[in-house]
């Protein structure tokens, strides 16, 4: 099945972003972006904790990283709006406490107060819809505002200084979504993204290193049972008509109805073996040539 063919999940930008900030010194700029003052952050000082998996069904759009252990930062990177992100905040920042008390090893039952590093949660979102606020808290969002125990405020990021990384992340997902616009989630619309990034020096650095792997990246978020469907939906249909149509010149040389009908059933039993060996040629799981295996064992019985 050809490549462009393929369909990309919409997910696929915040992957990247996850991708882009595992390298510590887009971290770095990443903190003097959501924080101007701190011109004296460097890399030593950065120190990942991101949660994988923890936040999201099976991949994750989310960073966390802590700043000289005085500063637990969490940033997730949104297309879609919700302010159920502010759950997900919640449990990512007690689990990211947690992590850090067992690391420390620190004792929540002692009698002298602990010290644990400050947190700050982000989101940056990405998506059409217009978003107003600049914080979103628990307390007002789901409790009409009232005072209870505990609240989470959540800091909205839909813009940035030009230029600077969040900027730049933020272009990105715009460039990609028009391209997807054009021309459906494929291939031309990822290499067309990468390409006018780089020219308009956007991620420029990160996408010229990471080329390969941004093109993996996107890749791996097709939707495998989707085009394992159609790859052999596409080779099942090709194989039989060649077999059968193998089938009816064996047939029709034979001068018999029933020889047309033997060959038609033995070209189309072949076509369906073809078809299996070409779905495993392109790479398709265990579980799909088992199906396909049946199907082809139906067909000779």
Not at 50 to 73: H, Q
Not at 115 to 124: N, S
Request: proline residues 1%.
């Amino acid at each position: 099945m050809p490549t462009d063919k393929k369909i990309l999940k919409r997910n696929v930008k915040d992957s990247v972003f996850t991708s882009l900030f595992q390298d510590t010194k887009y971290i770095v700029e990443l903190y003097k972006a959501l924080h101007p003052e701190a011109d004296y952050v460097t890399e030593d000082m950065i120190e990942i904790v991101t949660l994988k998996n923890i936040l999201t069904d099976s991949l994750y759009n989310d960073l966390g990283f802590m700043m000289d252990k005085r500063l637990i930062v969490l940033v997730e990177a949104q297309s879609a709006w919700t302010v159920n992100i502010i759950i997900r905040g919640l449990m990512y920042l007690v689990q990211t406490y947690q992590d850090y008390i067992e690391k420390e090893e620190l004792n929540i039952y002692s009698s002298k107060k602990l010290e644990i590093p400050k947190p700050e949660l982000y989101v940056i979102y990405t998506g059409d819809k217009k978003v107003e606020e600049k914080e979103i808290s628990l307390s007002e969002e789901y409790f009409g505002g009232d005072e209870t125990a505990l609240d989470v405020r959540v800091k909205v990021i839909t813009e940035s200084r030009e230029g600077d990384i969040i900027n730049q992340y933020v272009m990105f997902t715009h460039i990609l979504n028009d391209r997807v616009k054009t021309h459906g989630r494929t291939k031309k619309a990822i290499d067309e993204t990468i390409k006018i990034c780089k020219d308009r020096n956007i991620l420029k650095e990160y996408l010229s290193n990471h080329e390969s792997e941004v093109h993996d990246i996107m890749f791996s978020l097709y939707d495998d049972e989707q085009i394992q469907k159609a790859m052999m939906r596409d080779a099942r249909k090709e194989g039989i008509k060649e077999g059968e149509t193998r089938g009816r010149m064996e047939g029709r040389m034979e001068g018999r109805i029933e020889g047309i009908k033997e060959g038609e059933m033995r070209g189309r039993m072949e076509g369906i073996d073809a078809m299996i060996a070409n779905l495993k040629n392109m790479g398709v799981s265990e579980e799909m040539l088992r199906s396909a295996a049946n199907m082809s064992q139906s067909q000779r019985s």
